[in-house]
């Protein structure tokens, strides 16, 4: 058995199938653990989908932003017609619904007591700890698995609060979790979260480092494996696995075997 850490997919068909065939992936023995954002803006997202949803569970993702943005024109599209023409061809398949259904099922954030690795689509505020992020990603699926799943995927959507506090309530704070878990890059000590900026260097707005720099975040013994940041590329440390290495961009897609650390990485579409 093998167990393959994924960076983001996006809807890259072609290069998910080669480096599949390359690592020889059986899905009677091995396992797949995507970091998020299977698709969006590599073209074969429908197709993706259908690969991955196809393994059965030997194929356990958790969500990323472009994940969530597709299941909220699933929510808001009955009859399909999305400006995005990946997300329209999946909205007009015949196994729709499956394939919704299982994306809307999959987890914010994963824990593995066998590897002691937390993994998630984005990252985490310094409060947290590996518990209170668990905990936090249960309250949005929770919300994703009930009657108010879309009134959530509609109010998920904006920049604020951009403080996380205990004491958020209501959609205010499931958006924020949300931001946390699927796209912040940057935050402050005090658990304030800044969205815009995407580079891994130059000028920064002052307080705030990458989630992952800051010292005395709670999760600073956990290991935490993450997508999300193309432009910071593959970056495997002690604590900290950022596993995406921008093949919807021209980089590639990148896999670490968990088991002994092996990387294997297919280059993306050019």
Not at 142 to 159: D, H, I, Q
Not at 172 to 178: C, E, H, N, S, Y
Not at 181 to 210: F, M
């Amino acid at each position: 058995m093998a167990t393959y850490l994924i960076g983001d997919i996006q809807g890259c068909l072609d290069p998910l199938q080669r480096l599949l065939d390359r690592i020889a992936f059986d899905p009677a023995a091995d396992r797949l653990w995507p970091c998020g954002d299977l698709v969006n803006r590599g073209g074969h997202s429908l197709e993706v989908l259908r690969l991955l949803h196809g393994l059965g569970d030997a194929v356990q993702p958790v969500l990323g932003n472009h994940d969530l943005h597709l299941l909220a024109e699933d929510a808001r599209r009955p009859q399909g017609h999305s400006r995005n023409p990946e997300f329209e061809a999946i909205l007009r398949a015949p196994d729709r619904r499956e394939l919704m259904n299982w994306l809307g099922g999959l987890p914010l954030a994963s824990w593995s007591e066998e590897f002691k690795l937390l993994r998630l689509h984005a990252g985490v505020v310094p409060s947290w700890d590996r518990d209170t992020t668990l905990a936090r990603a249960a309250e949005v699926e929770t919300v994703l698995a009930s009657g108010e799943r879309k009134k959530f995927l509609r109010k998920m959507y904006g920049n604020r609060p951009r403080r996380w506090r205990d004491d958020l309530g209501g959609w205010r704070r499931l958006r924020v979790i949300t931001n946390i878990l699927c796209r912040i890059r940057y935050c402050d000590a005090e658990d304030r979260v800044h969205l815009s900026s995407t580079q891994p260097h130059g000028k920064k707005q002052k307080g705030y480092k990458p989630w992952f720099k800051h010292k005395h975040r709670r999760t600073r013994e956990v290991r935490i494996a993450f997508g999300h940041w193309a432009a910071l590329g593959l970056r495997i440390r002690k604590r900290t696995i950022g596993m995406d290495s921008g093949c919807v961009w021209g980089g590639e897609l990148s896999a670490l075997r968990l088991e002994d650390e092996a990387l294997f990485q297919e280059p993306g579409p050019r």
